[in-house]
Nanobody, 124 residues
């Protein structure tokens, strides 16, 4: 059974940093694009960042560009999201997902596998 498990969320003050991890198990995701999405209370799930299977392509949402960095370690079947200069508007549940699509990776429906999410709360 393929499974994605996020960790690293928590409470941080504005301007601080967090590093999220997503550990995959049950299958090898090295040939999948991996993405991070977030969902704030009462809002729809939105794209944050993605990374191609090779790690060479990394699209970001405009709202996080320059502050967040996505990376992956295929040997460990793990994807990371380094979040710096956090803002209160970054507060959300963050989800990791895996996609077999070959481009875009910005849409929820491109992803077949999802983690359970990890809460990130940024206080002002």
């Amino acid at each position: 059974q393929a499974q994605l498990v996020e960790s690293g969320g928590g409470l941080v003050q504005a301007g601080g940093s967090l590093r999220l991890s997503c550990a995959a198990s049950g299958r090898t995701f090295s040939t999948y694009a991996m993405g991070w999405f977030r969902q704030a209370q009462g809002l729809e799930r939105e794209f944050v960042a993605a990374i191609s299977w090779s790690g060479l392509t990394t699209p970001y949402a405009d709202s996080v560009k320059g502050r967040f960095t996505i990376s992956r370690d295929n040997a460990k079947n793990t994807v990371y999201l380094q979040m710096n200069r956090l803002k209160p508007e970054d507060t959300a549940v963050y989800y990791c997902a895996a996609s077999e699509a070959r481009s875009s990776w910005r849409a929820v429906n491109e992803y077949a596998y999802w983690g359970q999410g990890t809460q990130v709360t940024v206080s002002s």
